[in-house]
T-cell receptor
Framework: DTAVSQTPKYLVTQMGNDKSIKCEQN?????MYWYKQDSKKFLKIMFS???????INETVPNRFSPKSPDKAHLNLHINSLELGDSAVYFC?????????????FGPGTRLTVL | DAKTTQPNSMESNEEEPVHLPCNHS???????IHWYRQLPSQGPEYVIH???SNVNNRMASLAIAEDRKSSTLILHRATLRDAAVYYC????????????FGTGTRLTIIP
């Protein structure tokens, strides 16, 4: 069974469209994350949710809205897509307690905005 | 989070040990040292972490300097599958849960 899964794996869309990426984890973790890896391969945190509550928001534009319907899911909705949103988006999960806990990453969603 | 410095790239021969260095001279007493790696076209995966003592697991060993200002990830017998970007990350035990990735070290394994 896949621990952290994301759908879709690839997403190609036009500028200005609205799209969503879904993430699910079956590890029983209480904290989930979204990371963005840009064209230069720089990987950066976007959001983190703990028990369905937002705990990290790293100055991401308002066009990005994470939604956590339950502890096992964290979806990312993006409005009015721009060329600069093209990147690989990774979902991750972990137990929250302490800096020693490892994060488990999904396989990524490659978003291409044309 | 305190910063880390790693070489941009390294090469190693297959089936030989690999020592990946990381400098973290501004590390604080509550920072854990984590290593993650990212294989081509995959998400990052956890490798190992430590606080003060050297650590071993099935994937690698982590050697931490006595003053904790540097550490070395040791792959005992590199295989082609170990070719990846390796990230050394400090995480404050009293900070938030995010991982702050640097540029990492791109490890190439020569058959």
């Amino acid at each position: 069974d896949t621990a952290v899964s994301q759908t879709p794996k690839y997403l190609v869309t036009q500028m200005g469209n609205d799209k969503s990426i879904k993430c699910e984890q079956n590890l029983g973790h209480d904290t989930m994350y979204w990371y963005k890896q840009d064209s230069k391969k720089f990987l950066k945190i976007m959001f983190s949710y703990n028990n369905k509550e937002l705990i990290i928001n790293e100055t991401v534009p308002n066009r990005f809205s994470p939604k956590s319907p339950d502890k096992a899911h964290l979806n990312l909705h993006i409005n009015s897509l721009e060329l600069g949103d093209s990147a690989v988006y990774f979902c991750a999960s972990s137990h929250r307690q302490g800096a020693y806990n490892e994060q488990f990453f999904g396989p990524g969603t490659r978003l291409t905005v044309l | 989070d305190a910063k880390t410095t790693q070489p941009n790239s390294m090469e190693s021969n297959e089936e030989e040990p690999v020592h990946l260095p990381c400098n973290h001279s501004t590390i604080s007493g509550t920072d854990y040292i984590h290593w993650y790696r990212q294989l081509p076209s995959q998400g990052p995966e956890y490798v190992i972490h430590g606080l003060t003592s050297n650590v071993n697991n099935r994937m690698a060993s982590l050697a931490i300097a006595e003053d904790r200002k540097s550490s070395t990830l040791i792959l005992h017998r590199a295989t082609l599958r170990d070719a990846a970007v390796y990230y050394c990350i400090l995480r404050d035990n009293f900070g938030n849960e995010k991982l702050t990735f640097g540029t990492g070290t791109r490890l190439t394994i020569i058959p």
